[in-house]
């Protein structure tokens, strides 16, 4: 068995620092949004309060501890002087605003619109919509000519067919004709 060296305290301090890789606040994969910000807030947040309690400890390192700087319980006020920011912000003239009335309502910050993650499909089913209605109506108004055409040629029928029968001495009825034939004669040029 081989002797164990001797602790070597010059030596663990020589050795290089290893990296310590920083802490981690909810899960990396976050998508960018109201949840990733907030992680990102809070995580900034811990960084500035650790921040601040080492340079606090570094100045209460620095200084010798002494009965103003060692945190009492209820410390009491030393003296009556204020701070100079303090006595500035006091000298400064005030601005005099109305109090907030219950029928005054702040104005509300514009919301930002909500992703809209079918937009495209959407348009895509009204554009099929508006489609299938101009079919529909173009197919209504083909079916109603037509209708139109039909009753127009019946009644055409059976003004010729009443005209040639025979009248009470088995002649044509050459005015009725004739109106029936001049009708179909002006539908033939109009057209």
Known sequence: MAPKRPHDRDAAESAPKKHRSGFKVGPDNLPDGIHR?????????????????????????????TASTIPEPHPEPASQEL??????????????TPPPSSAQHPPRERRQRKP????????????????A???????????????????????FRKAMAKARTGGKNGQR?????SKVLLEKVKRAVGS
């Open 37 to 65: 910000r907030k992680v990102i807030k809070i995580k900034k947040d811990l960084i500035h309060k650790a921040k601040v309690k080492k340079s606090y400890a570094k100045l209460l390192a620095q200084e010798p501890p």
């Open 83 to 96: 701070h100079p920011s303090r006595q500035a912000m006091l000298a400064a003239p005030q601005e005099t």
């Open 116 to 131: 809209r993650y079918f937009e495209k499909e959407e348009a895509y089913a009204a554009q099929r919509k508006a489609e």
């Open 133 to 155: 209605e101009a079919k529909r109506e173009e197919y209504e108004r083909r079916e109603k000519e037509k209708r139109e055409k039909i009753e127009e040629r019946d009644r």
């Open 173 to 177: 009825k050459l005015g009725r004709e």
